[in-house]
């Protein structure tokens, strides 16, 4: 069984630039979330979906930021545009109701 | 506030030595709790995870314990190794399918 990807695993774009993360979380797993760890500082969470629904946006910075969770299957995170402290390892996870979560190995978000 | 805080953020042991790092969330209805392990420029590896109802997890050199009442879980290494560099993170699963993360402890094991 596939675990959690995530695509692309880095990227480097410039301030003002726009970026999408996506995640493709382990088929028929329903909770699926997405941290962020800035450099030098702790994991924090940004969104948490059930399905295809936001349960829980509150760790989002800012309206620059944009997720969408396509159908209840995978998800994309658009930072639009991404300025220099947007830098950092983006993180997606997911999990059956209450169990395990389940990382993928993140993406490398370079801002110049 | 779901906070979850680890203590120390540092620890730097000889190869050999026992140590315990340690984990405390101030929201004690949690359903899980999972500690991960991550390497310089990798994702995270899960190490443990204990259920609300379970006291403790062992695997390997590893123990985690879990005291819910208290709000504290730590993980116990044995016998440390140079491989076992790395920051190690705990996670709260709450009842509300929220998770929360503790901002790590950076491990070095010299040799």
């Known amino acids: 069984e596939a675990g959690v990807t995530q695509f692309p695993s880095h990227s480097v774009i410039e301030k003002g630039q726009t970026v999408t993360l996506r995640c493709d979380p382990i088929s028929g797993h329903d909770n699926l979330y997405w941290y962020r760890r800035v450099m030098g500082k702790e994991i924090k969470f940004l969104l948490h979906f059930v399905k295809e629904s936001k349960q829980d946006e509150s760790g989002m910075p800012n309206n620059r930021f944009l997720a969408e969770r396509t159908g209840g299957t995978y998800s994309t995170l658009k930072v639009q545009p991404a300025e220099l402290e947007d830098s950092g390892v983006y993180f997606c996870?997911?999990?059956?109701?209450?169990?395990?979560?389940?990382f993928g190995p993140g993406t490398r978000l370079t801002v110049l | 506030k779901q906070e979850v805080t680890q203590i120390p953020a540092a620890l730097s042991v000889p190869e050999g030595e026992n140590l315990v790092l340690n984990c405390s969330f101030t929201d004690s209805a949690i359903y899980n709790l999972q500690w991960f392990r991550q390497d310089p420029g990798k994702g995270l590896t899960s190490l443990l995870l204990i259920q609300s109802s379970q006291r403790e997890q062992t695997s390997g050199r590893l123990n985690a314990s879990l005291d819910k009442s208290s709000g504290r879980s730590t993980l116990y290494i044995a016998a440390s190794q140079p491989g076992d560099s790395a920051t190690y993170l705990c996670?709260?699963?709450?009842?509300?399918?929220?998770?929360?993360f503790g901002a790590g402890t950076r491990l070095t094991v010299k040799p």
């Open positions: 996870a997911s999990s059956q109701v209450r169990t395990h979560a389940y």
């Open positions: 996670a709260v699963l709450y009842n509300n399918n929220d998770m929360r």
